[in-house]
């Protein structure tokens, strides 16, 4: 199956920071969106930042000032910078794609973030 592959989750203390990568190189569709999703215990998936293809971002309002979303379109990999990490923070990351010509919507299989003490 086609689908892209996260990295750099893992367990950070509270104001701490991480870096997530996802990278798409076997998607061989145009790419107009990339970013990430997340889900957390008991909580519904919900849209962290995505980035168009232009560099237009795009954050959830509880992500805002904290993490930075960037992507290298030659690459077809996308990045979260997270800093100032709170424990609410904790989830399985999704990484999304979504290409035109077809349009289609590609989910990577997540990383886990945890933030605790």
């Known amino acids: 199956q086609v689908q892209p592959v996260e990295s750099g989750g893992g367990l950070v203390q509270p104001g701490g920071s991480l870096r997530l990568s996802c990278e798409a190189s076997?998607?061989?569709?145009?790419?107009?969106?990339m970013g990430w999703y997340r889900q957390a215990p008991g909580k519904q998936r919900e849209l962290v930042a995505v980035?168009?293809?232009?560099?237009?971002?795009n954050y959830a309002d509880s992500v805002k000032g904290r993490f930075t979303i960037s992507r290298d379109n030659a690459k077809n990999t996308v990045y979260l910078q997270m800093n100032s990490l709170k424990p609410e923070d904790t989830a399985v990351y999704y990484c999304?794609?979504?290409?035109?010509?077809?349009?289609?919507?590609?989910w990577g299989q997540g990383t886990q973030v945890t933030v605790s003490s």
């Open positions: 980035i168009t293809s232009g560099g237009n971002p």
């Open positions: 076997r998607i061989i569709f145009k790419i107009i969106v």
């Open positions: 999304y794609v979504r290409t035109i010509a077809p349009v289609s919507d590609y």
